[in-house]
């Protein structure tokens, strides 16, 4: 099992109620139902354990067994539909690369 960490905020400008509602109602569906995809999450941080404020203000994890089998589903023009709306909200995304220990 492999898993995508997806970090980021908001571009300035965007709104947090409008981000959320599109992540309940398009981004968390549409990903979610992929062939590919064996879970995937959308996080709202809270701040940093211990106290302060979190570097980031989202977090998404995308779990998958096969990247290939991912790149083909994101491939899709749906999903390059919903990438593109993404890209509208999240200013500079970092997407880690993970594997199970």
């Known amino acids: 099992m492999q898993t995508i960490v997806v970090l980021f905020n908001l571009k300035p400008g965007a709104s947090a109620e409008a981000y959320e509602q599109w992540a309940r109602t398009t981004d968390l569906p549409i990903v979610n139902a992929l062939s ?3 879970g995937f999450e959308v996080m709202k941080t809270t701040g940093l354990l211990g106290g302060g404020e979190a570097p980031y203000q989202y977090v998404e994890l995308l779990r998958f067994a096969s990247l290939d089998a991912l790149f083909g589903d994101i491939g899709s023009e749906q999903m390059q539909k919903v990438a593109a709306e993404f890209q509208q909200f999240a200013d500079s995304p970092l997407f ?6």
């Open 36 to 38: 590919s995809v064996s």
């Open 96 to 101: 880690i690369t993970t594997s199970a220990l």
